[in-house]
């Protein structure tokens, strides 16, 4: 696994709750699996102070998704396996107890360029957050075609197939037998 740093991980989840509604837009979450992939919103970006390190971003993380539960636990929430605090569309939870990240957002699928797309795009948000110096917190003014393909540019994404499979949910993209022109 790779290390993520403060700030990284910071940057992660600032690109993360930036671009939200276009991923969300993009993966198609289909109703039900938002029980298990709850949208974070703007509130835990804005109100999320720069964090000095990871230990002031797991408190924010776990006060955001606060429950009864939580509240009348008194143990370390981050070492619980089922926390509720995990069901977000990025699960920082699992940083805490299995150093990992996790995207809950996407559907399954057995499609292999959705699933190539998946993990591009996850991946490519790790490496940008991970090389940027700062992330803006602000969203950006929709969930356009247009907003995709700036958001699938600034993380590096160029691949035709990946931008397909990100933009093919899009009005004005036909999905025949021939590979649109989504890039």
């Not at 990284?8 to 289909?30: Q, T």
């Not at 539960?69 to 699992?94: C, P, Q």
């Amino acid at each position: 696994s790779i290390q993520m740093s403060d700030r990284a991980l910071s940057n992660l989840v600032f690109l993360y709750c930036r671009h939200e509604d276009l991923l969300y837009a993009g993966s198609a979450v289909i109703p039900l699996r938002t029980r298990w992939a709850k949208r974070l919103g703007t509130k835990f970006a804005t109100d999320l102070p720069n964090c000095p390190n990871t230990r002031h971003l797991q408190v924010a993380w776990y006060k955001e998704s606060d429950t009864e539960e939580g509240r009348n636990a008194m143990v370390d929430r981050s070492k619980t396996r089922r926390d509720s605090s995990r069901y977000y569309g990025i699960n920082l939870h699992s940083v805490w107890y299995r150093d990992t990240v996790e995207f809950r957002f996407w559907n399954g699928t057995v499609h292999a360029g959705e699933v190539r797309s998946a993990v591009s795009v996850c991946l490519a948000m790790v490496s940008s957050a991970a090389s940027a110096s700062h992330v803006s917190r602000s969203r950006p003014s929709g969930t356009t075609l247009k907003d995709m393909r700036a958001f699938l540019d600034r993380i590096g994404i160029d691949d035709k197939v990946i931008r397909y499979h990100m933009t093919k949910r899009y009005p004005g993209i036909r999905v025949s037998g021939v590979l649109a022109e989504a890039a």
